[in-house]
């Protein structure tokens, strides 16, 4: 059984910065793809930011390039992401997701794993 649990989400400031962690359990996630999706309230799964843990490759959302860094320890089992100058429409509920596929996709279909979710509320 792969269980995802995420933590870090809050109310920041417009402008502000989190750090969302995503802490892997029930096998070994080096050949595996961890990504972070979000869902704001009527809208559909977004993905934001992949890692292939094994090759260290990153895929951003055109989005949030350039403000979110994705990283991961697999000594940890362990995938942060780094949310700097965080906007209003940034807020919603951040999800970990993976995958076991060295191979970084944007569709939610592709992912076997997911955790319960953490919110992020960005005030303006």
């Known amino acids: 059984q792969v269980q995802l649990v995420e933590s870090g989400g809050g109310l920041v400031q417009a402008g502000g910065s989190l750090r969302l962690s995503c802490a892997a359990s029930?096998?070994?996630?080096?050949?595996?793809?961890m990504s972070w999706f979000r869902q704001a309230p009527g809208k559909e799964r977004e993905f934001v930011a992949g890692?292939?843990?094994?090759?260290?490759?990153?895929y951003y959302a055109a989005s949030v390039k350039g403000r979110f860094t994705i990283s991961g320890d697999s000594a940890k089992n362990t995938v942060y992401l780094q949310m700097n100058d965080l906007k209003p429409e940034d807020t919603a509920v951040y999800y970990c997701?993976?995958?076991?596929?060295?191979?970084?996709?944007?569709?939610?279909?592709?992912?076997?794993?997911w955790g319960q979710g953490t919110q992020v509320t960005v005030s303006s």
């Open positions: 997701a993976a995958r076991p596929n060295i191979a970084i996709v944007i569709a939610t279909r592709g992912y076997d794993y």
């Open positions: 029930g096998r070994t996630f080096s050949s595996y793809t």
């Open positions: 890692i292939s843990v094994s090759g260290g490759y990153t």
